[in-house]
């Protein structure tokens, strides 16, 4: 199935024009993307080993994240990664926006999703990733330093452990 996104310039007004996935952007050009913190009862992290097969980043472990579709509002899309990737789902309160990271071609949003007991269970998306595992911020901590992690998850981490940890705790 082919993707489309919605591209933006650097402010992120909108272009009125959408990206086919796979063809390389033009310079200046962005689309969204989403990455979805998940937060179990227990009070841990939710995360996934990408598939040694994947050419981004394969055999390292990651949080939920993907492209916000064309017509696809930032949430819709991380309520629909979640879903897809792991078989959660969620109701859009469960959902908290922590801000955005912009990179080179893309504006990250990053979500926090608080889940009730008994909604962990996790169903892994085929070709996607081969295995997931709860851990605390200090294992995340361990596994940030010997580097296990994607870098777009070390990057969300480095900026937005502070905000996490707040609604962790809080």
Not at 16 to 43: C, D, F, K, M
């Amino acid at each position: 199935m082919v993707e489309y996104w919605d591209l933006y310039d650097s402010e992120r007004r909108t272009l009125g024009r959408t990206h086919q996935r796979g063809i390389p952007l033009e310079e200046g050009t962005y689309h969204v993307v989403v990455a979805v913190w998940t937060v179990n009862s227990e009070g841990k992290l939710l995360t996934t080993l990408r598939s040694p097969e994947k050419e981004l980043y394969p055999g390292l472990w990651e949080n939920t994240s993907g492209s916000a579709l064309s017509g696809e509002s930032s949430r819709e899309a991380a309520l629909r990664e979640l879903e897809e990737e792991t078989g959660i789902t969620v109701t859009d309160e469960q959902g908290e926006f922590l801000g955005t990271a912009q990179k080179a071609a893309s504006f990250v949003d990053i979500y926090l999703v608080s889940l009730k007991e008994g909604e962990d269970v996790v169903h892994l998306q085929e070709g996607e990733t081969i295995d997931w595992r709860w851990v605390t911020l200090s294992e995340l901590d361990e596994m940030f330093e010997s580097g296990l992690l994607a870098f777009p998850l070390s990057y969300q981490f480095s900026h937005f452990r502070t905000i996490i940890e707040e609604r962790w705790h809080g």
